[in-house]
Each structure stands twice: as C-alpha cells, then as structure tokens.
C-alpha cells in the first residue's frame, strides 16, 4: 500500500472516529493522583498477572506502577516459566531491594535470563546488598558473559563500586579478552578520570557519536583542569548526553502533580486558541498518526489560515502518513534541524531544534503551527515558546515521565486509553497506544477492555466507575 492510500485510511478512520466520540463536561474535575495506590488498580494488575497470556504485559506494567503491592506481586513469578515475565518480575524485585537481600542480587547476577543478569549488573553499582562476592560475579560477567549490554553494565557497576580501582579492573579484563570488548568500558572509564586512560578520553572526544564525545571530552576537562574544560565546552556546546538529556526532562515530568481529567473538547478549544501545538511522540505507532491526523483535520477546521507542519527530521520517514496527509490536505511541510553525518546528541538537536522553531514562529507572526516531535523534547519546545511570549499547547500522546501511571492512578483503573487529562500547566495527555503495543503483549488490552465494561468500582470509596469515566471523557479516532 502506498503513503496516499495509507494516509486516506488513516484520514477516513479519524472521520468515523469523530462521528460517534462522546464528550466529557466542559469543567474538568481534578482527581490528585498523589493518593495512595488503592484497590482498583493493583487489583486490576494482579488478576491479569494470574493468567500466562497477560502476565509478561502485567508485570511489566507492574514495574512502571511501583510500590510495595507491585514488589510483593513480582517476587511470586521470579521463576515463572515464560522469559519476559521472568524478567520483568526480576526488574522490580532487584529495582527495590531490602536490607539482607545479597543473595538474591547474586542469583541474578547468575541468572540463565540473560534480561535478568542485565538488570542485576545494572543494579549492582548502587545496590545496598552488594558486597565482595558480588564483585566476583561481576568480573566473572566480565570475562565470560556473551551479552554486550550486560558486560556494559557490569564495567559500569565495578566503576561505580570501587571508583578508578574498579574502572581499571574492568578495562584489565575486558582487555583479556579481546579488543572488540573494550568499548564496554566507556561509561566506566569516563565516571571518574583517570590519567592512565587520557589517550582512550581523547579519542573519544573525536568521535562522530556526539554522546561519546561528550563524556570524552568531559573527562579530558577533568584531567587537564578549566582551561582545558573551556575548550572542551565549546567543542561541544551540549553538555548534556542523550541519556543525561531524557533523564532531566522525565524528573522534571515526575516533579507534576495535579493531574485533572479534562475532555476532548477542552483540548481542542485551548488548542485553538494557541500559535504553536506540539505533539508528542514514540515515533513508531500507527495508532498515534491516527490522532495526529485528526487533530490537524480539526484545528485547520477551527483555524482561519492554514497551518505549518513540523517534522521531526531524523524520524521523519516515519512520520511519513501524517506529512503525505498534510500535503493532500493543503498544508506546507518543514523541518528545524538541519541532517549531518555525525549522530549529535539528544540535547544538541533540542536547542537547535527550540531556537529555529522560535525564529521561525517569529518571521511569520500570523501563521499556526502543529509540530510532530519525539515526547522527550516536548517540554523543552513548548517552554521555549512560552518563555518568548508565543503561545503553545503541549499534548502527550504517550505519557513519559509518569503520566501513565498517574492517569492510571487518577481514574484507579488501567483502562485509560481515549480518556483526555491535563495538567495545571496547560499540559495535556491522550492515551493513545494500546497497552500491549509497549509491553509486547496484545491479549492485555482486550482483557482491560473486559474489565472496563464491567464497569467495575469501589462503592465503597465512592470511586466513579470506569465504565461511567469512559463514557464521560472517551475520545479515541
């Protein structure tokens, strides 16, 4: 099938979508989900993890909801016999590990799951049950395990264990073993500096991955002292890397509170009234081109001029459907990142990306824009405009940083997916992607659809259905 009678579908199932949508109030009502986890939710999780279908979905959303329950829930399937859920109950026992619990680390340093030795190595560095037996096993990981990620881990951890003593014993043994394997060091090496390696820092600061050369050149700075450190920051302006840059961003979203169950009519009406709306994306989800049609369809209906449709440019074929729809539907196409050859860092582009946009924005004061663009830089763009006097509505199509879990917390039900919410902020979120679609695991959605139809609830508490809450604020393409 070709981009046009792709985006035609896409384009006639937001129609119908529209057709039969039921609208929430106009006044939304907050619902702080900073309340403690309470028995629909964790129930609604534990049942599905009774069934091996939708436990794997179940316990990897057990790890995203945290807390107790879900620690409890996990440690009865660290031995179940499928592998992801194996190693999804494992991530959330050794994430929150209690005092005394050594031996437990060391199991699944020694794990057969190569998902489970992984997330053990990662834990290690930090770990309160750590101790010398660990260590072992960390350069046992070292010398012998065949997964890279994990070997990664395992340097990282001993660096982080023992500071240049075990950066140097990681890259003793990684050496052993062949060359291929030293890169698994470079996290550990660059944690703290050490001058045996300056020639390693070096090389890395002429690397093309820009996140290499960031954290070589940083500890080329730490070695040589400020001066060197000036250059170092001006060779490269983002100090930031990619990982450091996601990080920031998801604790500025954990840092939200005030969550508030909205509709899809308020979302459009302040979107309206907005230059610029970004929407945030995973990049690889049909069912979010789906939505991103239907919002441009509906704010070039309210809209008096034609909008400008921004692409994220190193994603852009695949955000392909919603640019051919633009085209058809009369909309220009641009791009504010220029393409290089090297692979800069997430930060780098963001500040590329904000200010070409602002100055973009700026030499068109008339114009609107819908912007497409990965959720990780959502933020970073609609907090640029708005710090510049531009008007601009950011919208989450995916909920990183903890809009998941407190939508789910917020209605005490999974069962989220076409409910609209929205932060005090000005922030909104729309869950669009099936539950399964992230966690691998389709049977899930169907059995919280179930769920969801029962219309099940806590009388006792006096919680609102879900059934009533989807048909109050329900609004999917």
């Known amino acids: 099938m070709g981009y046009g009678a792709a985006c035609w579908l896409v384009l006639a199932s937001c129609v119908t979508g529209s057709a039969n949508r039921a609208e929430a109030p106009p006044a939304a009502t907050t619902l702080g989900h900073e309340r403690p986890l309470r028995s629909d939710l964790s129930a609604q999780i534990e049942w599905l993890a009774r069934s091996p279908l939708t436990r794997p979905g179940a316990l990897d959303l057990a790890c995203e909801v945290g807390g107790p329950e ?31 619990e050594s031996e437990r680390l060391l199991q699944g340093l020694e794990h057969r799951n190569y998902y489970v030795r992984a997330c053990a190595a990662r834990v290690a560095g930090a770990s309160p049950c750590a101790n010398a037996a ?158 991103q049609t239907s919002m441009l369809m509906e704010l070039m209906a309210n809209w008096d001029d034609t909008p400008v449709l921004i692409c994220e440019t190193p994603v852009r074929e695949l955000q392909k459907v919603v640019e051919v729809a633009a085209i058809q539907l009369g909309c220009p196409v641009e791009v504010v990142e220029n393409t290089e050859a090297r692979r800069r860092s997430g930060h780098a582009r963001d500040e590329e990306a904000k200010q070409n946009l602002l100055r973009r924005v700026t030499d068109e004061p008339q114009r609107r824009f819908v912007v497409i663009y990965g959720d990780g830089h959502r933020d970073s763009l609609v907090g640029h405009l708005r710090a510049n006097g531009v008007p601009a509505t950011g919208v989450s199509l995916i909920g990183f940083g903890g809009m998941r879990v407190a939508a789910w917390r917020a209605v005490d039900s999974l069962a989220t997916r076409g409910l609209v919410f929205r932060y005090p902020d000005g922030t909104f979120y729309v869950p669009t992607n099936p539950l399964g679609a992230s966690s691998g695991c389709p049977q899930i959605d169907a059995e919280i659809d179930r769920m969801a139809r029962a219309g099940a609830d806590d009388a006792a508490t006096g919680t609102r259905s879900v059934a009533e809450g989807l048909a109050r604020g329900r609004r999917a393409p």
Do not use: K
């Not at 660290?78 to 590990?97: M, S």
């Open 70 to 100: 879900m620690v409890d829930l996990a440690a009865r399937y660290l031995d179940d016999a499928d592998v992801f859920a194996q190693a999804h109950a494992w991530r959330l026992v050794l994430d929150n590990p209690q005092p005394g």
């Open 134 to 291: 660990t260590d072992r096993q960390l350069e046992q990981i070292l010398a012998e395990d065949p997964d890279q990620a994990t070997v990664e881990h395992a340097a990282t951890s001993l660096a982080r264990r023992h500071g240049e003593a075990g950066a140097e014993r990681a890259w003793d043994i990684l050496e052993q073993r062949g060359e291929t394997w030293l890169a698994c060091a470079t996290t550990a090496l660059t944690l703290r500096p050490d001058a045996r390696f300056e020639e390693v820092y070096a090389a890395l600061a002429q690397e093309s991955d820009e996140d290499l050369a960031i954290v070589g050149s940083r500890a080329l700075a730490a070695l040589r002292g400020s001066s060197d450190e000036d250059a170092a920051l001006q060779m490269h302006p983002a100090r930031m890397t990619s990982e450091e840059f996601a990080e920031h961003w998801s604790a500025q979203r954990r840092q939200r509170t005030g969550l508030a169950l909205s509709s899809w009519t308020a979302l459009m009406q302040e979107a309206s009234r907005s230059r610029v709306v970004v929407l945030g994306e995973s990049h690889g989800s049909m069912y979010e081109r789906g939505m």
